[in-house]
């Protein structure tokens, strides 16, 4: 049996239930990695409706059935490293839905080991 695919994006389960939330309140969700612009470099949250995911942007999994993307450029930087959404206490992202809710997500993240990197799960742009 060969080994599973090393996924590129995880969630901790306090993750996983603010997503949960969210989706209840918002419906559909979509996440993209900021590049550290307004809001750092965090991952925000978005009505999947009301984000235009850009041709240049990179799917990389998804956390609680929700998609993940981030930018090509950002890619380039962070393809060698596990992404691991959590939330801790404090205001979130002002774009994103996770605001006014007293937790925001963060990105938390792992360098993969050597033996990984042949197992790492495929990205694909979007379309």
């Known amino acids: 049996m060969a ?3 090393i996924e590129r994006v ?3 389960s306090e993750a996983l239930a ?6 209840a309140r918002h419906g559909a969700l979509l996440f993209h ?9 965090s991952p925000m949250c978005y009505p999947q409706a009301e984000f235009k995911v850009g041709e ?3 799917w990389l999994g998804e956390i609680g059935g929700v998609p993940f993307y981030m930018s090509q450029s950002q890619f380039e930087y ?6 691991i959404i959590d939330v801790i206490s404090g205001m979130g992202g002002m774009f ?6 007293g937790r925001r997500f963060i990105t938390r993240s792992r360098l993969y080991e050597a033996q990984e990197l042949s197992r790492l799960s495929p ?5």
């Not at 962070?78 to 992404?83: K, M």
Request: aromatic share 2%.
């Open 3 to 5: 080994d599973a695919a």
């Open 18 to 23: 603010l997503i949960e939330e969210l989706r």
């Open 78 to 83: 962070w393809q060698h490293t596990q992404l």
């Open 10 to 12: 995880l969630a901790t």
């Open 123 to 127: 990205v694909r742009r979007a379309a």
């Open 56 to 58: 240049q942007d990179v």
């Open 96 to 101: 994103s839905l996770d605001n006014g809710t």
């Open 33 to 41: 990695q900021s590049g550290g612009c307004c809001d750092g470099s």
